[in-house]
């Protein structure tokens, strides 16, 4: 039988129905509550709100567990490699040897971008913020390839709009960094596979071969894999909402990316690293900095520490602290700010503060370590974030056109001036 609330207003007393989904995750379905009461919910933040059935990623931020369509994220982070995954994500199943195949074949195709596009994006300011540079060229894509500006899209359309994205991301990404050097930017080559050809691109020159060592290979699918999906989350329920519209999927994933830049989201991978330089400059007093994150008079924040959903360890931060150590020891790296974060980390997980309110360290609080080991430049960071991200941006814009979901548009509670009257310039 299934299962019911009750609400009671002035008396009267509603049924609600009660939604489970399959790892027993319960919701009150209030969809029909104005209708039926007059009343809509308020949820600022949407702490508690649930705004769409998804069968992408599961996690349960009270016990740290993490899955991509029930596949725990240490298994993929372990053994499978970022394509396979962005696979999985957006169409559903793992691949076979030969799907993943075709897969890599066709997103080869499409790694060239229009050469036009080269030109505006020889305009932009060789310091300007990677981000701001990323979230106009994949919006511009649109503006190159039109196909992807059919609101209703043939299923072809859509297959091919999503591989178009995925392999001009990555050298997007790459030529943004390459321009941050003054170098020239790098051509893709297909002999590559998906990472270490957005390496090439990335560390490469143009006149020799460089091979790229597979430590760093192995690094980059991990730190991918990590981030690429993490269900309904400011960038991504922001790509949802924009999709909702029927905007196309290039715009769609550009304000995604727009969202992530904020140092609350993607952007605190960069903050982190700006605050450990800080504390190391400081003299790498981390009982001050403890105390400071902790005054509420002081606008400081321990970034990296603290998740919405996380109440008791991110999965992906016990992941990537273990990488973090491997692969500074593989590179023979040995980074101060690496024991500032350990010390940081030490001091928190005992303090009352942190403690009370659930404060663990987020992924973002190693990854940044591991991309400076990898060379990388801090502003980098939530670049790097976002070619993660993308498979998941585009597995939720799809399931959501799929499920014919309708245009978002929360409600208010209106609080401001009510019925005032016009009065003329000359007289305020
Ligand atoms: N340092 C110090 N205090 C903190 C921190 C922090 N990093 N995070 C939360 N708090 C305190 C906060 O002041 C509040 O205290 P009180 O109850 O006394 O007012 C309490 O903890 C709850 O915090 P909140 O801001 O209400 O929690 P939220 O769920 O709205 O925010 C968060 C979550 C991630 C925005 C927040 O923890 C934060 O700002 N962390 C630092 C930024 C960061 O690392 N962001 C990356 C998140 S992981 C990557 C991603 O997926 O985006």
Redesign the pocket.
């Known amino acids: 039988m299934s299962q019911t609330v009750q609400l009671i207003i002035d008396n009267k007393t509603y049924e609600l129905p009660v939604i489970t989904g399959t790892e027993d995750e319960k919701a009150i379905d209030i969809s029909k509550l104005r209708d039926l009461t007059g009343y809509v919910t308020l949820d600022i933040?949407y702490?508690n709100t649930g705004a769409t059935k998804s069968a992408i990623t599961f996690l349960d931020g009270e016990v740290g567990i993490l899955k991509y369509r029930g596949y725990p994220i240490e298994q993929l982070a372990g053994q499978s490699s970022f394509l396979e995954v962005a696979y999985l994500l957006i169409y559903g199943a793992l691949p076979s040897k030969d799907q993943i195949k075709d897969f890599q074949a066709k997103i080869n195709h499409h790694t060239l971008i229009h050469e036009d596009m080269k030109k505006f994006f020889d305009g932009f300011p060789s310091n300007s913020h990677p981000m701001g540079q990323l979230t106009a060229l994949i919006s511009s894509l649109s503006a190159f390839y039109p196909e992807s500006l059919n609101s209703v899209q043939s299923k072809e359309d859509v297959d091919l709009t999503i591989i178009k994205l995925l392999a001009k991301m990555t050298t997007i990404v790459s030529w943004i960094y390459k321009k941050s050097l003054g170098h020239p930017v790098i051509y893709p080559q297909n002999k590559y596979d998906y990472v270490t050809n957005y390496l090439h691109m990335t560390f490469g020159q143009r006149t020799e071969d460089v091979v790229i060592d597979p430590v760093v290979v192995d690094a980059m699918n991990v730190l991918l894999i990590l981030h690429a999906d993490?269900e309904q989350?400011?960038s991504t329920s922001t790509v949802r909402i924009v999709g909702s519209s029927e905007a196309n999927l290039y715009s769609s994933v550009s304000a995604g990316i727009s969202a992530l830049w904020g140092?609350?989201?993607?952007g605190?991978n960069q903050?982190?690293i700006e605050m450990l330089e800080k504390i190391k400059a400081d003299g790498g007093d981390t009982d001050k900095w403890i105390a400071k994150?902790?005054d509420?008079n002081d606008p400081f924040?321990?970034?990296?520490?603290?998740?919405?959903v996380y109440k008791n360890f991110?999965p992906r931060a016990k992941i990537i602290k273990k990488a973090c150590d491997d692969i500074l020891e593989k590179l023979g790296i040995d980074d101060e700010v690496l024991e500032i974060a350990k010390r940081l980390e030490e001091v928190a997980l005992k303090d009352p503060y942190f403690i009370e309110?659930k404060?663990y360290p987020?992924?973002?609080?190693y990854s940044g370590i591991i991309y400076r080991a990898l060379g990388f430049p801090t502003e980098m960071f939530t670049v790097l974030f976002a070619l993660g991200r993308l498979p998941g941006w585009i597995a939720q814009w799809k399931e959501m056109k799929e499920n014919k979901e309708p245009i978002g548009r929360p409600r208010q509670i209106y609080v401001g001036a009510v019925d005032q009257d016009y009065v003329d310039i000359e007289k305020r």
Do not use: E, I, S, T
């Not at 140092?263 to 993607?266: A, D, S």
């Not at 924040?301 to 919405?308: P, Q």
């Open positions: 933040g702490k993490h989350n400011c140092p609350l989201h993607g605190a903050a982190v994150a902790k509420k924040r321990l970034m990296g520490f603290g998740h919405r991110d309110r404060l987020n992924v973002d609080f």
